[in-house]
């Protein structure tokens, strides 16, 4: 059983679209989490939902708004795709946001935005 | 402000060569310092958490130690299958957030 899964694992799309990564995870977890790593592997923290609710909201153009139907599910919407955003996109889950919980991966989103 | 560094950024060792990979950290109020384990096309892979200064935690042939600044992993008689990208990462007391290092790459070779 795949604990964090996203769709889709490859993204390939023209500057201007509009696209949508899903991610779920099936261990019960209440809090999850958007990565973004870069060409140089670095991992950095786009946002995060606890139960629902958005606590963490990085630095990140308005373009890209996440959305999390219930407790298992955190999407990520991107507007207008510019050529900077091509990077692969990680979702995450921990048990929870304070307690200094480790964080499930999921197998990541390559984005190409051409 | 909250940082994680890591070094070497690249390490080649040859199967047998016991080594250590070193995390250094300031953060404001640390709830927990995670080791992780990344293959190329793939997410990271959970390793071990640390949460005090003197604490360690050992899985197979890896043991992770931490100090106020930094945490070591050290990696004993290190096979070919352990080569990897060893990310570590804390989080912040007062955001919650998760910090990330840039990595140190592992080869080992045969």
């Known amino acids: 059983d795949t604990a964090v899964s996203q769709t889709p694992k490859y993204l390939v799309t023209q500057m201007g679209n509009d696209k949508s990564i899903k991610c779920e995870q099936n261990l019960g977890h209440d809090t999850m989490y958007w990565y973004k790593q870069d060409s140089k592997k670095f991992l950095k923290i786009m946002f995060s939902y606890n139960n629902k609710e958005l606590i963490i909201n990085e630095t990140v153009p308005n373009r890209f708004s996440p959305k999390s139907p219930d407790k298992a599910h955190l999407n990520l919407h991107i507007n207008s795709l510019e050529l900077g955003d091509s990077a692969v996109y990680f979702c995450?889950?921990?048990?929870?946001?304070?307690?200094?919980?480790?964080?499930?991966f999921g197998p990541g989103t390559r984005l190409t935005v051409l | 402000e909250d940082q994680v560094t890591q070094s070497p950024e690249a390490l080649r060792l040859q199967e047998g060569e016991s080594s250590s990979l070193n995390c250094s950290y300031t953060?404001?109020?640390?709830?927990?310092l995670f080791w992780y384990r990344q293959d190329p096309g793939k997410g990271p892979e959970f390793l071990f958490t640390?949460?005090?200064a003197g604490e360690e935690k050992e899985k197979e042939r890896l043991k992770a130690t931490l100090t106020k600044k930094e945490s070591f992993l050290h990696i004993t008689a290190p096979k070919p299958e352990d080569s990897a990208t060893y990310l570590c990462?804390?989080?912040?007391?007062?955001?919650?957030?998760?910090?990330f290092g840039t990595g140190t790459r592992l080869k080992v070779l045969a």
């Open positions: 995450a889950s921990s048990q929870e946001l304070a307690g200094g919980s480790e964080q499930f």
């Open positions: 640390l949460y005090s």
């Open positions: 990462a804390v989080q912040a007391g007062g955001t919650y957030k998760y910090i």
């Open positions: 953060v404001s109020g640390l709830r927990g």
